[in-house]
């Protein structure tokens, strides 16, 4: 499994970003890709995540209202629309991918199976 992520960039506070996932690998069609980030000198944070099966999506609460994850499965892409961006937004951020059934542990990253690089996401004040 592959997981390319793009999109990130340095955006004025209140300012705007899409994030996108391109997927490639997968050997079964019911999987979960998630969003997490990492600022420097913080832990991994769960950001959202969305199901293959059901469309089900996940959300941190931290960001809920402000950002949106969204799939395009014949893209094999998942997106995170990042509105009204906040300093604090500044981190490093990361798809990943499991074939498992997480529900509400997804927010642990040491359960994912598989990781993309990361792209810097920096907002400005």
């Known amino acids: 499994v592959q997981l390319q992520a793009s999109g990130g960039g340095l955006v004025q506070a209140g300012g705007s970003l899409r994030l996108s996932c391109a997927a490639s690998?997968?050997?079964?069609?019911?999987?979960?890709i998630g969003w997490f980030r990492q600022a420097p000198g913080k832990e991994r944070e769960g950001v959202s995540c969305?199901?293959?099966?059901?469309?089900?999506?996940y959300i941190a609460n931290s960001i809920k209202g402000r950002f949106t994850i969204s799939s395009d499965n014949a893209k094999n892409t998942v997106y995170l629309q990042m509105n009204s961006l906040k300093p604090e937004d500044t981190a490093v951020y990361y798809c990943a991918a499991t074939g498992r059934l997480l529900l509400n542990l997804w927010t642990l990253w040491s359960l994912w199976d598989y990781w993309g690089q990361g792209t810097q996401v920096t907002v400005s004040s």
């Open positions: 690998g997968f050997t079964r069609d019911d999987y979960v």
């Open positions: 969305i199901s293959s099966r059901d469309g089900s999506t």
